[in-house]
Structures are given as C-alpha cells and as structure tokens.
C-alpha cells in the first residue's frame, strides 16, 4: 500500500474538529457532575457521621440533649439531607431520629415536645417514600406517633409494614413489641394480635435482657397476665417474661 493511501486512511478514519470539541465539551462536562456529586456526597456522609455521634452519645448517657448540642446536631442533619445528590431516605430516617431526641424524656403528646416530634414525622414520611419497603423507616414512623400520641390509620399501617418487611428481625420485632405495650391499652384487637405476634418473635429472636425490658414494660403499661395467656407456650424465654404471672396454665 503506498503512502498516500494510507495518509487518506487515517484522514478518513479521524473524527472531524467540530466532532472532537464536541466529545470533548461532553467529557469535561461530565467530569464536572462528578465531581459535584462527589463532593456534595463528601459534605452529606461527614454530616451523617456527626449526627450519629451526636445520637449515640445521648443513647448511651440516656438523656436529652443540651440546646448548643442539639443545634450543632440539627444543622448537621439538615446539611447531610440537603447536600445528598437526589433524596437520601437514610438521611431522612437519622432526621427523623434526631428529631425524636431533642425531647427524649418528655411524656407523650407533650406540649413542648410536639413541634420537634412533628417534624421527626414529617422526616419519616418522606424516608417512607425514598425507600417504602425498609422496615426501620416504619418502626419509626410508628415510635413518632407513639411520643405524639398518634394512634391512628396510620400508626397502625406502620407497625403493619415495619412486621411485614422485617418479620424476623430482632432490633424490628422488639421495637415493634416496646411499642405495642406502651399503647396497649388503646390498641384496636388486631392491632393486639399483630403485637402478640412481636413479642413471640422478639423473645425468639432476642436474648433474655430483652424479655426482661418486654415483662417491665408490659407491667408498667399493659396486663401481663393477659398478654401472657395470649402467648404460644412453647416460645422461648416467654418464662422469664411471665415470670410474675402466677395465673398461667
């Protein structure tokens, strides 16, 4: 082949100027979004982190925490939400959480407590709809209407969901079961069933602290003997919930 054939070869094979600056432009474009959204998923995860610092460390203390401790931990939480590139519903859900904090030891439906467990709500609404089959979403959906006093339509659909997308998940059922006992009394009987069902779960799945914090709750807010004439006799551990029922078979 002679030179010049193959200088028309190559002239034919490349891709004209306008074509090159065109692929060009794309790719520095590109490179741009990639960058922003690395870097707003940088600000968002390091927010993340601090909001979970902040909640552990009330968790472990068990009390509520300080107002310059709080406003550091809420404008985190609004910054990990805001900077996410699209809708976070992990995000959404520590919101939530955070929110349900900020008056830990108030009883429910509180007046003082009511504008910040509201918005605990509203965040969870929204984790509900960025991921709707995620159990903890609805279990905290529940809790939040529970500190609200809520016990309505869709309180009950949340422990519904929380059971049904995370039917054997320890940390789901015994949330499910804590608060199922706390509302006890103003639960609608299928609402009772769905609840029993908890407890024989999360005694199955939990170890025996568990069952103790279950028998404390159900005796500070439920009837014990009840509940435990409800339960299937061969769940485990149910003795050591019971443990002060003298009147089961």
Same mark, same amino acid.
Request: hydrophobic content about 40%.
């Given at each position: ?15 004209? +100027? ?29 927010? *993340? ?12 203390? +068990?009390?509520?925490?300080?107002? %310059? ?26 919101? *939530?959480?955070?929110?349900?904090? /900020? ?53 009950? /659909?949340?422990?519904?969901? %929380? ?33 029993? /069902? ?8 939990? +170890? ?13 807010? %439920?009837?014990? +003997?009840?509940?435990? /004439? ?13 443990? *002060? ?5």
């Amino acid at each position: 082949m002679s030179h010049s054939g193959r200088r028309r070869r190559r002239s034919n094979s490349a891709l004209p +100027n306008w074509q090159q600056q065109a692929l060009l432009i794309l790719l520095l474009c590109a490179g741009l979004v990639l960058a922003s959204n690395g870097s707003r998923l940088l600000v968002s995860g390091l927010a *993340g982190y601090q909001v979970q610092v902040f909640i552990d460390d009330w968790r472990s203390k +068990n009390a509520m925490p300080s107002p %310059a401790a709080w406003a550091v931990a809420e404008a985190a939480a609004n910054r990990a939400v805001a900077w996410y590139p699209g809708v976070s519903g992990k995000h959404l859900e520590q919101r *939530g959480h955070l929110y349900q904090w /900020q008056h830990y030891q108030l009883p429910y439906a509180d007046a003082q407590a009511s504008s910040a467990r509201q918005a605990s709500i509203d965040s969870l609404r929204q984790a509900i709809a960025a991921r709707p089959h995620w159990p903890d979403n609805h279990l905290a959906l529940a809790n939040g209407k529970l500190l609200q006093w809520q016990l309505d339509a869709e309180f009950n /659909q949340a422990l519904q969901q %929380a059971s049904y997308y995370g039917p054997y998940r320890p940390r789901i059922q015994l949330g499910l079961a804590r608060i199922g006992l706390q509302a006890w009394p103003a639960l609608k009987p299928a609402a009772q069933q769905l609840i029993i /069902q908890s407890i024989e779960r999360s005694l199955l799945l939990n +170890n025996s602290n568990a069952a103790r914090q279950l028998a404390s709750l159900a005796t500070s807010y %439920a009837d014990l +003997n009840s509940i435990c /004439q409800q339960l299937d006799k061969a769940t485990p551990r149910s003795d050591i919930l019971c443990a *002060g029922d003298t009147e089961r078979p």
